[in-house]
């Protein structure tokens, strides 16, 4: 906190400085608050960093169009990692994004464009899942980045953008009859992320496509269950590969959830279903413990009662003898 108020004098006596133009002192400002936001993503550090943008934008020229237009794609960049529940955040940082973004294409580099893009297509679909925004403008945002954040250049990101299609897709109600072509096209976004990354070189962006795959896989509305389940549990051991208990403990603890869930739908023997499936049971009832134990570690009450409740049902299900068939 020390060095948090240290920071925010600099900021302060920068804005002050009369030997500095105004243009100069709005980028020291910006500067010293990007600088802040660095930090760990604590309400803050955020907030202080959202202060010094917000000082930063009243001193910019009016003629300092681009600096303007930085300033507030750093600011939406802050306002969408703020933490809570409010989606008063979430509406400000979009409405940054669309005053910033017609600036950046006409004075920035497609590469500013492109990662303005991808980030407003997170706030964007944020805001969808409360119903305050068109999951299809996310979409849209996604499918512009995508112009330069190619397989070729740009692996990452283009990972990132197939993922956040694909999880966009499948958000979409299962109400028409395009509903199985999402699901789909999702399954084939995380395929296409997947060639591009490898477990060497993008570890975090591997373990959440693979992750994200078994659950399209698992929850997919098709007649070969089964064969979905074993292939979404091979993605959750490989994104297991990367999201260890020491390392990631609560990216860990949400895959070996979602693998529970597959194995609590699955028989013992996929090709003899009659053989009943009390063994995957046990198995999901012992993911099911650890990870209700690591949610309730890190802070995670609502999903530790999940994983709770799911242990519970498992037990009740073993005691009754009622494993002969998927649930």
């Known amino acids: 906190m020390d060095r948090l108020s240290e920071q925010v004098r600099a900021a302060l006596a920068a804005a002050d400085d009369p ?7 709005a980028e020291m400002l910006m500067e010293i608050a990007v600088g802040i936001q660095r930090q760990p993503p604590l309400v803050v550090y955020l907030t202080s960093a959202v202060e ?4 930063a934008l009243a001193l910019c020229p009016a003629e300092a169009r681009g600096l303007a237009a930085r300033i507030r794609l750093h600011r939406a960049t802050a306002l969408q990692v703020m933490p809570g529940d409010d989606p008063g955040n979430l509406e400000a940082a979009r409405a940054d994004y669309q005053r910033a973004l017609p600036v950046v294409v006409e004075l920035g580099t497609p590469e500013e464009v492109a990662e303005a893009e991808l980030n407003f297509g997170l706030v964007l679909q944020t805001l969808a899942g409360v119903q305050r925004a068109p999951i299809g403008d996310a979409i849209k945002a996604y499918q512009r980045a995508l112009r330069t954040f190619d397989r070729a250049r740009f692996p990452r990101e283009f990972a990132i953008l197939q993922n956040n299609l694909a999880t966009a897709f499948l958000s979409i109600p299962l109400t028409d009859e395009r509903a199985r072509l999402r699901e789909a096209l999702a399954v ?9 990354v490898s477990l060497i070189d993008h570890p975090a ?21 089964v064969e979905n389940n074993l292939r979404a549990l091979d993605a959750y051991d490989e994104a297991l590969k990367v999201r260890t208990r020491d390392t990631r403990p609560l990216e860990y603890a949400n895959t070996i959830s979602n693998k529970a869930n597959c194995l609590w739908n699955l028989p013992d023997n996929p090709g003899g279903p009659g053989t009943g499936r009390a063994g995957n049971l046990e198995a999901a009832r012992a993911h099911y413990a650890e990870a209700r134990e690591l949610f309730a570690r890190h802070g995670e009450a609502a999903k530790a009662r999940s994983a709770g409740d799911a242990c519970d049902q498992i037990d009740r299900e073993l005691l009754a003898g009622d494993a002969g068939s998927p649930a």
């Open 19 to 25: 030997a500095l133009s105004a243009t100069e002192r």
């Open 52 to 55: 010094l943008y917000d000082r």
């Open 188 to 196: 084939q976004a995380f395929e296409d992320g997947l060639a591009i």
């Open 205 to 225: 962006e591997y373990a959440m496509l693979q992750n994200n795959l078994g659950n399209a896989l698992q929850y997919a509305s098709s007649s070969h269950a």
